[in-house]
């Protein structure tokens, strides 16, 4: 059996891969709450609780929580540092203003120049670029559609810079060559997020996921912490999964599932079966699909209010990985390429599906 440390061993992983279909399912799943208006009207939430996007976000922290943890550990601090900003900075900046700027002076019910000169723009750009706010509207842009705002993803980007800090300073610290303490703080999320759903009444989304998603970054950092001992399993992550449908309607049943699938995740990406050079691109579109996807369906939803969700999925498909394919080419391509004059040549093993 095939262990973790094996399958980064591997001259190709799937990693990137897998993080692009976790975007475009992210997109999927917004194509039911875009035009309804309504979370919980995907399918999928009715059936395990959570919607298809919440479980693509899982596998994203998952991912992230593995390989930035291996940046760190083969790069160091400083350039763990450079990596991480050169990462998520330039594209979310392009995307803020692309959509501030130039999808909102299109969209906008108003004059250009009130739209413009509207301090609520201004805060826009401000309030996502610093505090990731998601639920931000822009003048008179959307304002027929169920949701106003028009970056409704970022918000997981907040999460996402907390956890790498909280990684940072436990480097800084020492703790990660103690590897015993990154299980033990898994254990203790997953606790806490059990004794948390055991309160009376539903518990608050937002103590949820402050739980749910430092628990699968941590998970995602403690499977390559212990590689060597690690071994990759289809039919464990299968049984896994199956454990937390028996369990489902209980306190356990948040924690397994998310460990489940971020065990499950990984798998994916290091499997002998996805391990393919095929299954390793070059081009990175999964986050401009992240960031894009939401504002393309609000067009498409605000330009033809009538059409249903799966009406809606494939041009905003289409759309949306043409203009990740603009991002990845003219503003994230050229930035790793900074990251790379400053960091100089990477390691072996370490390029492909990294943030």
């Known amino acids: 059996m095939v262990t973790v440390a094996a399958g980064l061993g591997q ?3 799937a990693f990137g891969t897998v993080r692009l279909a976790l975007a475009l399912l992210v997109v999927v799943s917004h194509a039911f709450s875009v035009t309804t208006g309504q979370v919980l009207d995907e399918p999928l939430a009715h059936l395990t609780g959570y919607t298809l996007g919440e479980h693509a976000v899982n596998g994203f922290f998952a991912v ?6 291996m940046s760190l550990v083969r790069r160091g601090p400083r350039d763990y540092a450079v990596a991480r900003a050169l990462r998520i900075a330039p594209g979310l900046v392009a995307a803020t203003l ?19 000169a509207d301090p609520g723009l201004w805060r826009f750009i ?21 949701f106003r705002f028009p970056m409704g993803t970022v918000w997981t980007l907040k999460y996402e810079v907390l956890c790498y800090g909280g990684l940072l300073a436990a480097g800084l610290l020492g703790a990660l060559r103690r590897r015993w303490l990154c299980p033990l703080l898994v254990a203790g999320l997953a606790i806490a997020l059990a004794l948390a759903g055991l309160r009376a009444g539903e518990m608050p989304k937002g103590l949820e996921t402050s739980l749910r998603l430092p628990l699968i970054f941590a998970t995602g950092a403690a499977l390559f912490l212990h590689a060597e001992r690690v071994r990759l399993s289809g039919p464990l992550a299968l049984a896994l999964l199956a454990l937390a449908a028996l369990l489902h309607g209980t306190a356990l049943y948040p924690p397994v599932l998310f460990l489940a699938e971020a065990y499950g995740v990984i798998c994916l990406g290091l499997a002998p079966p996805l391990r393919h050079k095929a299954l390793d691109p070059r081009a990175d579109l999964s986050y401009g699909t992240y960031l894009y996807g939401w504002p393309v369906q609000q067009s498409l939803h605000a330009l033809f209010p009538g059409v249903s969700p799966w009406w809606l999925l494939p041009p905003s498909l289409l759309l949306t990985l043409a203009v990740a ?23 072996t093993g370490e390029r492909s599906g990294q943030r």
Do not use: I
């Not at 992230?64 to 943890?69: A, E, I, K, Y």
């Not at 996502?128 to 998601?134: D, I």
């Not at 394919?325 to 390691?347: D, I, Q």
């Open 126 to 146: 401000e309030g996502t670029l610093t505090t990731f706010k998601s639920n931000a509207a822009l003048p008179g842009v959307f304002s027929d559609n169920p």
């Open 11 to 13: 001259r190709h992983n």
């Open 325 to 347: 394919a603009l991002s990845w080419r003219f503003v994230e391509r050229p930035a790793l390429g900074w990251k790379a004059r400053l960091m100089g040549p990477r390691e």
């Open 64 to 69: 992230s929580g593995f390989l930035v943890t």
């Open 98 to 116: 692309a959509v501030a700027l130039g999808l909102g002076s299109l969209m906008t019910s108003r004059s250009l120049p009130a739209y413009w």
